[in-house]
């Protein structure tokens, strides 16, 4: 199963301000019609990974754009439309339960009742794994006799191509048992039911029964959807098995705001939805990147969730780290980086060069190591991991041009050849990779300490000389630096990650890129109009020419940026300008339901009006669900240093939530638990015997 890029208006690859070829309003391009793609903005989306369902809110599975049951990328069923008595149930309701279930409710009137009241409801129960359990009740007061007959179909199509837009023709099916069987070149699909039909019609793939229903009692059946390979060849990843525990305590949260736990409790479940595992690792969880573009690892995103997670245990971080370092490059080969893990070339927007996630999760690595032996990660799991981060940092140590950081995965006569621009975010991860690696190598008797801290406080100083733009305002970062030195001066969401230090010794923040006053300064910016719509942060400022609401990253609000700023702003003590951005998120979290997307529209807030939803973004996400959680658990300011046998708690002093109680969540695989005061005073209720607390 591979990702897929989410359709979008341009490929992510073209070129911005290309010359297009110009015409006459009226005339038709050559050549047929491009598909239009799949949007599910408005679908009900069940996930547990590996397997995903969609359709709309009437819960009939149409095969139109991404409506059917998938596994692993391939789309087992297109069509499941149901009909009682010749007529589709009256759609009374549609929701997700869970983000691996949904219920869906509809009502038929008996033939030649003539009381208006419907006698027969019509449940269905869906799982994202592929069952499916129809219940017909009869609230009448008189017998109900009439067939109940499902229409099923597949095409057997890749995810990637239906999410194009592209429709593969049904494949004929198949009388199988109590079912119906459809055969394709690598796979094949079955749908069997439970009680078995009473008249499988395979030419026009439906299965019926004859129903008698009496007044108050009820009828069900059972359909199951399965894969089968015809191909043989390696495993696919497998979602979390039956006896596997989530990788993360569940805590309860507690708040004069009630959205908190609501946002928290739904982007937990929304995560859990998108966890897999490697065949042959069943405990080693990892998340997926999200549904249903990119239902596959993509190892920065991956490491950002286990991140963001911390706060409820190790246990996510250390099965993320382990597939990675199954993955990472280990010796130089053609076009290679030693060191390196992989990631795609992301799109950078209208007015930015794109950027290499591969350089990303390379250095995110070694923070994700070392954040979770503070934690608590245990010494010999952490010391099984440090060769992959000294080999992170062997990467990043031969990536640098001018003393900065542009694209690890390009090899160094390529990036001499042909330079890109240096992205601020890249250095302020770059700095970051290297103070918590010099941290790792100290504690655990590994030369190259302080070369890296050395190197760390000269980038500081060369970013501080020739990343600011001095403007009216008081100035601002650069977005990067063009190949020839040239500040870009794009004001864009990516600066919320010169607030992420990270977390170093005895709860402490490493040492930022910014000074204090430059810190101040980016601190108002974010939460000025031109960056926060008032639902979260811009990508890209409003005031840009190129600024485009639905922009993927021209515009549009990304949840996890946000999660980001709130918490960076909060430890650097601008609790004010944090707390601005949590409303806002808060917000918006509760138009979705609690469930918020990867993204939505950059539109300006306006009394009575929604957030405008992206057709293309992932829900779930991974990014924007650690991170909404994220968001909330920041407030406590909980930060150990569990190798150092300390635990400081700095909580928000200004209390944007009220009173917050946080409980279970994990510190040295222990529980913890925090109470914070409207007045922002931390109270720790529960916490290892072993470690010694500090306030603030």
């Known amino acids: 199963m591979t990702a897929i890029r989410p359709p979008q208006a341009a490929p992510a690859e073209s070129v911005v301000g290309a010359p297009r070829p110009v015409g006459r309003a009226d005339q038709v391009p050559a050549g047929p019609p491009r598909p239009q793609p799949a949007a599910v903005h408005h679908a009900v989306l069940c996930v547990k990974a590996p397997g995903m369902a969609a359709s709309g809110a009437d819960g009939q599975l149409r095969g ?95 995810v990637g191509e239906i999410a194009a837009g592209h429709r593969p023709p049904d494949l004929p099916g198949q009388v199988q048992s109590a079912g119906l069987r459809w055969a394709g070149p690598a796979h094949s699909a079955v749908v069997s039911a439970k009680p078995s039909p009473h008249a499988v019609l395979a030419g026009a793939g439906v299965l019926r029964w004859d129903l008698e229903v009496q007044p108050g009692a009820r009828w069900s059946v059972e359909l199951r959807a399965e894969l089968e390979s015809t191909v043989p060849g390696a495993r696919p990843p497998g979602g979390r098995g039956t006896g596997v525990p989530l990788p993360w305590s569940e805590p309860e949260v507690r708040a004069d705001d009630d959205r908190a736990a609501l946002l928290v409790t739904r982007s937990l479940d929304a995560l859990g939805g998108l966890l897999f595992c490697d065949p042959d690792r069943p405990t080693d969880l990892y998340s997926a990147s999200g549904a249903p573009w990119r239902f596959v690892l993509a190892p920065a995103d991956a490491l950002w969730a286990a991140r963001l997670t911390l706060p409820l245990g190790t246990r996510l971080a250390a099965g993320t780290l382990r597939a990675l370092a199954r993955r990472q490059q280990l010796a130089p080969a053609p076009g290679r980086t030693e060191g390196l893990l992989p ?51 062997g990467a990043l140590r031969d990536g640098l041009v001018d003393g900065f950081v542009t694209d690890l995965s390009r090899p160094a006569e390529d990036r001499a050849a042909h330079p890109v621009a240096a992205r601020a975010e890249v250095q302020a991860q770059a700095h970051r990779a290297a103070l918590h690696g010099a941290e790792l190598l100290e504690a655990f008797g590994r030369a190259g300490a302080e070369e890296w801290r050395a190197w760390a406080a000269g980038l500081r100083g060369r970013f501080r000389e020739r990343f ?68 979260g942060l811009r990508t890209l400022s409003a005031k840009s020419p190129r600024f485009n609401p639905l922009g993927h990253r021209g515009g549009t609000v990304r949840v996890h940026e946000t999660a980001l700023a709130i918490a960076g702003l909060a430890e650097a003590g601008h609790e004010n300008e944090a707390g601005t951005l949590l409303e806002g998120l808060l917000a918006a979290a509760t138009h979705f339901e609690g469930r918020v997307p990867e993204m939505y529209a950059g539109e300006q807030r306006i009394p009575g009006c929604p957030p405008v939803p992206h057709p293309a973004a992932c829900r779930p996400a991974a990014l924007s669900a650690a991170g909404a959680a994220h968001a909330v658990f920041a407030l406590a ?51 290892p015997a072993d470690l010694q607390l500090v306030a603030r």
């Open 64 to 158: 139109h754009g991404l409506h059917g049951f998938y596994r692993n990328g391939v789309r087992v069923v297109a069509r499941m439309e149901l009909r009682l008595g010749g007529m589709e149930p009256v759609p009374l309701q549609g929701a997700q339960t869970s983000a691996a279930e949904a219920r869906f409710l509809g009502a038929v009137r008996l033939p030649g009742d003539l009381d208006p009241d419907p006698a027969l409801t019509v449940e269905r129960l869906r799982h994202a794994d592929g069952v499916e359990t129809v219940i017909v009740r009869n609230a009448g007061s008189r017998p109900a006799r009439l067939p109940l007959e499902i229409a099923l179909g597949t095409d057997l199509g890749p």
């Open 343 to 393: 990631g795609a070339l992301r799109h950078g927007g209208p007015e930015l060069p794109p950027t290499c996630t591969a350089t990303e999760a390379t250095l995110l690595f070694v923070t994700v190591l070392a954040e979770a032996w503070r934690w608590g990660l245990p010494r010999t799991e952490v010391a099984d991991l440090l060769p992959a981060a000294e080999r992170a940092l």
């Open 468 to 535: 600011w733009i001095d403007d009216l305002s008081g100035g601002r970062p650069a977005a990067g630096l063009a190949p020839g030195g040239q500040p870009l001066p794009a004001v864009a969401s990516s600066f919320v990650h010169l607030l992420d230090t990270g977390l170093a010794v005895d709860g402490g923040r490493h040492e930022s890129l910014l000074d204090r006053e430059q810190t101040r300064l980016l601190a108002q910016r974010l939460v000025a109009p031109e960056l926060d719509s008032g639902w």
């Open 637 to 687: 300011g909980v930060r150990p240093d569990v190798p150092g046998g300390r635990v400081k708690v700095r909580p928000a002093s200004t209390a944007p939530l009220g009173e917050l109680e946080l409980t279970n969540l994990r510190v040295a695989g222990e529980r913890f638990s925090v109470r914070v005061s409207r007045i922002g005073v931390a109270m720790v209720e529960e916490a």
